[in-house]
């Protein structure tokens, strides 16, 4: 029985559930590919860079 059938059915306890630990999230990690493509990638990378230069230009400067 998973754990999901077993809270289900009120047969479960805390000891029956289990621990989720850093590594488990670095195994996943090496098995998920990225969802954004390399080319996408690049894209959002120009993009976000010329967003930040536009927005350093509406700084007003502020004279001592």
């Given at each position: 029985?998973?754990?999901?059938?077993?809270?289900?059915?009120?047969?479960?306890?805390?000891?029956?559930?289990?621990?989720?630990?850093?590594?488990?999230?670095?195994?996943?990690?090496?098995?998920?590919?990225?969802?954004?493509?390399?080319?996408?990638?690049?894209?959002?990378?120009?993009?976000?860079?010329q967003?930040?230069?536009?927005?350093?230009?509406?700084?007003?400067?502020?004279?001592?």
């Open positions: 029985m998973t754990v999901q059938e077993n809270m289900a059915s009120g047969t479960s306890s805390l000891s029956d559930i289990p621990l989720v630990h850093i590594h488990h999230f670095e195994q996943a990690l090496q098995r998920v590919a990225p969802s954004v493509s390399k080319k996408d990638q690049r894209v959002y990378d120009a993009l976000r860079w967003l930040r230069s536009s927005r350093s230009h509406l700084n007003p400067q502020v004279s001592p």
